[in-house]
């Protein structure tokens, strides 16, 4: 059975950091590309990052440019999201998603809340 | 950007009738090599992450109720609910995989009339 679990997700203050991670199992991790899918309270579903499966091919939607790095360990089966300089625009459900066109398996998210 | 845009924001049917939901594109996202529209559909109850319903525009994912049926090309594409069932009240996305960023429609709430 296909397993996303994120974890990490916190308050944090404006301006801060936070990294969250995803345990996979349930497939051959390393052969997928992955996605960070994100969703404000109340609000659709908004792309965030993805990584090709050996981590050389990446690319991260123009809001989060230079504040956001996705990685990945294919040996620990996790993919993870480095959150720095973070806004309240930030605040939203961090899914874990398989795949890099449509997305068919899901985590059940991690909230990150920015506020002070 | 592809900007996907979802008609109507909301629509209640009753159980057991039609329910359509449109998604329409900023540009086509049919990819003229292999002749597949990049289109997949998700429906997002209360509580739970999204679920994959549709791909390729017309594609239903594995376990998904023949009442679930998608269509469309180019521009153009159409999420049909043949027979409403309770539990498929939810919140609906279209997303393109054409181009990236992958963005996705605003969404569609079905409920119960």
């Known amino acids: 059975e296909v397993q996303l679990v994120e974890s990490g997700g916190d308050l944090v203050q404006p301006g801060g950091s936070l990294r969250l991670s995803c345990a996979a199992s349930g497939f051959t991790f390393s052969s997928y590309w992955m996605t960070w899918v994100r969703q404000a309270p109340g609000k659709g579903l908004e792309w965030v990052a993805n990584m090709r499966q050996d981590g050389g091919e990446k690319h991260s939607v123009d809001s989060v440019k230079g504040r956001f790095t996705i990685s990945r360990d294919n040996a620990k089966n996790s993919l993870y999201l480095q959150m720095n300089s973070l806004r309240a625009e930030d605040t939203a459900v961090y899914y874990c998603?398989?795949?890099?066109?449509?997305?068919?398996?899901w985590g059940q998210g991690t909230l990150v809340t920015v506020s002070s | 950007d592809i900007v996907m845009t979802q008609s109507p924001d909301s629509l209640a049917v009753s159980l057991g009738e039609r329910a359509t939901i449109n998604c329409m594109s900023s540009q086509s996202v049919l990819y003229s090599s292999s002749n597949k529209n990049q289109l997949a559909w998700y429906q997002q109850k209360p509580g739970q992450p999204p679920k994959l319903l549709i791909y390729w525009a017309s594609t239903r994912e594995s376990g998904v109720p023949d009442r679930f049926s998608g269509s469309g090309s180019g521009t153009d594409f159409t999420l049909t609910i043949s027979s409403l069932q309770a539990e498929d009240v939810a919140v609906y996305y279209c997303?393109?995989?054409?181009?990236?960023?992958?963005?996705f429609g605003q969404g569609t709430k079905v409920e119960i009339k």
């Open positions: 998603v398989r795949g890099v066109t449509y997305f068919d398996y």
């Open positions: 997303q393109q995989y054409y181009s990236t960023p992958r963005t």
